[in-house]
């Protein structure tokens, strides 16, 4: 995945640092639930990372598709081949993700010794240079606006004719917005912050791979530095096609999934006993599948979302936030009213 990161941060494909979703009857989440780090694409000349947005997929298909990224979940790992034998994907953890981080923030500093612009700069440049305009900019923020807008008005539409309508039109907001960012940030190649996660893929990769027995890594240090930059690519390619259903997408279906749910509502009061692991060994995939489950039990036990977006993750979400906006306006208007009018 490829995202912008700030200034001396680490790689935040998926916005990797930001804290855990608040879970209660007080609204819906602010924030993201970890994700799990990907390598980011190779430079020009190397082979590509498989794409991260999947095609529709009739139901049943669909449901067997997170049938497996859910088994991938639990296990910890995710199965692949490499020179025609059986490896596995290990799914990083906290612990993984830190010396992670590490490297970047060295792989940083090192870039900008030697002159590099960090993201913020080349933007600022940019501007200065009539390369992006502050409209453009605008205009991002704008799109993101409508696109929060659209989404709350599918899960408020009364018929299903409404909201494909509206999701047609949210389909098309997506794709316009899209193509701005990209346009934006192919301008921001050449970066402090692309060049150290660039740098840190390919330790994403020699932390990843495993033997087949899941113990001993698939390189050690001598056979990984020996790699070639096109093997290198053909790893990542293989590491993003292999893990690309394990989205936060996907995560969050699964999290309203009966499959699921039949199982964690057996220890939704202690559902760290979920995975029978300390917490701080979990990995961000587990963590990310419980807090969903968490947020959305949250939704569903103290809004009284309708039954036709129960199974919508996105709509719930939408829905959540529109009707805590409306519990606030009753409150503030309720508190108003038994104050009374003020006397001189």
Not at 48 to 59: D, G, I, M, R, W
Request: hydrophobic share 30%; with cysteine.
């Amino acid at each position: 995945m490829k995202q912008s990161s700030q200034k001396k941060t680490p790689p935040s494909p998926t916005k990797l640092q930001k804290s855990l979703w608040p879970v209660g009857p007080q609204g819906p989440p602010q924030k993201e639930a970890p994700q799990q780090t990907t390598p980011s694409q190779p430079k020009k000349g190397e082979t590509p990372p498989s794409p991260q947005k999947t095609e529709e997929l009739p139901p049943e298909v669909d449901e067997k598709r997170l049938r497996k990224a859910y088994f991938d979940i639990l296990e910890g790992y995710t199965l692949a081949t490499w020179e025609e034998k059986d490896i596995w994907l290990k799914h990083f953890d906290l612990r993984s993700q830190t010396v992670v981080d590490h490297h970047y923030q060295q792989i940083f500093a090192e870039a900008q010794k030697k002159g590099l612009l960090t993201e913020k700069e080349l933007l600022a440049r940019l501007l200065e240079d009539g390369l992006w305009t502050q409209e453009e900019e605008d205009d991002l923020v704008r799109r993101e606006k409508i696109l929060e807008g659209l989404r709350i008005s599918s899960t408020k539409a009364l018929t299903k004719a409404t909201q494909r309508a509206i999701d047609a039109n949210l389909i098309k907001a997506e794709g316009e917005l899209d193509k701005l960012k990209k346009d934006k940030y192919d301008l921001l190649e050449n970066t402090c912050e692309k060049f150290a996660e660039r740098r840190s893929s390919d330790l994403i990769i020699k932390l990843s791979f495993y033997k087949e027995n899941k113990k001993d890594p698939l390189f050690d240090d001598a056979a990984f530095d020996l790699l070639e930059r096109e093997e290198l690519g053909r790893l990542i390619l293989l590491y993003n096609e292999k893990t690309g259903d394990l989205t936060s997408d996907n995560i969050k279906k699964i999290s309203v999934a009966d499959f699921f749910n039949s199982y964690f509502s057996l220890v939704e009061g202690n559902p760290q006993g979920f995975f029978d692991k300390p917490i701080h060994q979990l990995t961000f995939f587990q963590v990310n599948l419980l807090t969903y489950a968490q947020v959305f039990g949250s939704i569903r036990k103290n809004m009284e979302p309708p039954d036709h977006i129960k199974t919508d993750p996105d709509r719930l979400l939408a829905f959540a936030k529109s009707e805590s906006k409306k519990r606030q306006t009753e409150s503030r208007k309720s508190s108003q009213t038994k104050k009374g009018p003020r006397t001189l």
